[in-house]
């Protein structure tokens, strides 16, 4: 079946630094990637989606010059929080679809500590 | 109102009884329906997916779904202490490519 793989499972950084998150498809071609942040007992909140090649979508909210998205090929989206600060602090996952008929695979989360 | 609702629970039964997991949702758009598994710290891992009205059966899983009354279920048989997670029903008017919209989450316990 499909898989995505997320690296790093966790991180802890200074606040003011940089952190990035890569999110593979393993044996798909990933057109489409979303990166979702998940707070404690609460559902995924989509943050934006980016398609292979092309500048990704920002849902609204969401600053794109601190959650910087890139999906330079069908296999790797990378997601980096510049500047990190405490607030930042979260579970950030990513998913991938290849194709219109299956749900999408999701990675298996970065869990981010913002010090 | 929210697009999609669930009850977060959380839902407590014993070791082989079965459970019934729901969501309602607004959007008359939504065609394809899926059904999420996710153990704490984990990503959510899929479960089940179905398009457009129907019952679809994998295990001791069952997934229905009225368009009509804009109602979707999933049942675990025999449920299991394994099964102990958060459920998340995610609807979507197409799929690949478009956008997912979550429920909340129902937390489960399976209790030995």
């Known amino acids: 079946g499909a898989v995505v793989s997320q690296h790093p499972s966790w991180v802890i950084c200074k606040s003011g630094t940089s952190v990035k998150i890569e999110c593979r498809s393993l044996?798909?071609?990933?057109?489409?990637m979303f990166w979702y942040r998940q707070f404690p007992k609460q559902s995924l909140m989509l943050m934006a989606t980016?398609?292979?090649?092309?500048?990704?979508?920002?849902e609204q909210g969401v600053e794109k010059d601190k959650f910087l998205i890139n999906h330079a090929s069908l296999t790797l989206s990378t997601l980096t929080v510049t500047s990190a600060h405490p607030e930042d602090s979260s579970f950030y996952i990513c998913?991938?679809?290849?194709?219109?008929?299956?749900?999408?695979?999701f990675g298996s989360g970065t869990r981010l500590t913002v010090v | 109102q929210k697009e999609v609702e669930q009850d977060p629970g959380p839902l407590s039964v014993p070791e082989g009884a079965i459970v019934s997991l729901n969501c309602t949702y607004s959007n008359s758009a939504f065609q394809y329906f899926m059904w999420y598994r996710q153990y704490s710290r984990k990503g959510p891992e899929l479960l089940m997916y179905t398009y457009s009205s129907g019952n679809k059966e994998d295990g001791r899983f069952t997934a229905q779904v009225d368009k009509s009354s804009k109602y979707i279920s999933l049942f675990i048989r025999d449920s299991q202490p394994s099964d102990s997670a958060t459920y998340l029903c995610a609807m979507s008017p197409s799929g690949g490519y478009q956008k997912v919209t979550f429920g909340t989450g129902t937390k489960l316990q399976v209790i030995p």
């Open positions: 980016s398609n292979e090649g092309s500048k990704a979508t920002y």
């Open positions: 044996d798909f071609q990933a057109t489409t």
């Open positions: 998913s991938a679809t290849g194709r219109a008929d299956y749900g999408y695979t």
